[in-house]
């Protein structure tokens, strides 16, 4: 499976912003969808995930109410969009995907993508 993110790029705090990420190849070995980012100085963190059917979606408390992912079941692709946007959202974001129904974390992501870039100025 390949990922391939996009989207990135400069908002003001406040703004909205929307991730793409398109998977390509053996794509029905995938169970769930998501997406991590990582700050500068900081580990890399879960931000949001949906299964592959689409019924279930996951979210990082901090993103809450902000943020909502959801896919095209059509195109392979699946999204982030991002509103009411902070400085402190401001990271590499990565696009990722399970190939089994663990929690979406670090060490049961199967695939990853080229992470984009994401920067909210004050």
């Known amino acids: 499976v390949q990922l391939q993110a996009s989207g990135g790029g400069?908002?003001?705090?406040?703004g909205s912003m929307r991730l793409s990420?398109?998977?390509s190849g053996r794509t029905f070995t995938i169970h769930?969808?998501?997406w991590f980012r990582?700050?500068?100085g900081k580990e890399r963190e879960?931000?949001?995930a949906i299964s592959w059917t689409g019924r279930r979606?996951?979210?990082?408390?901090?993103?809450?109410?902000?943020f909502t992912i959801s896919?095209?079941?059509v195109k392979d692709t699946f999204y982030l969009g991002m509103n009411s946007l902070k400085p402190e959202d401001t990271a590499l974001y990565y696009c990722a995907a399970t190939t089994t129904a663990d929690t979406m974390k670090d060490s049961t992501v199967s695939y990853?993508?080229?992470g984009t870039q994401v920067t909210v100025s004050s």
């Open 57 to 66: 979606t996951y979210y990082t408390n901090s993103v809450k109410g902000r």
């Open 71 to 73: 896919r095209d079941g």
């Open 112 to 114: 990853w993508g080229q």
């Open 10 to 14: 400069f908002v003001q705090a406040g």
């Open 46 to 48: 879960f931000v949001s």
């Open 32 to 34: 769930s969808m998501g």
């Open 38 to 40: 990582q700050a500068p």
């Open 21 to 23: 990420c398109a998977a």
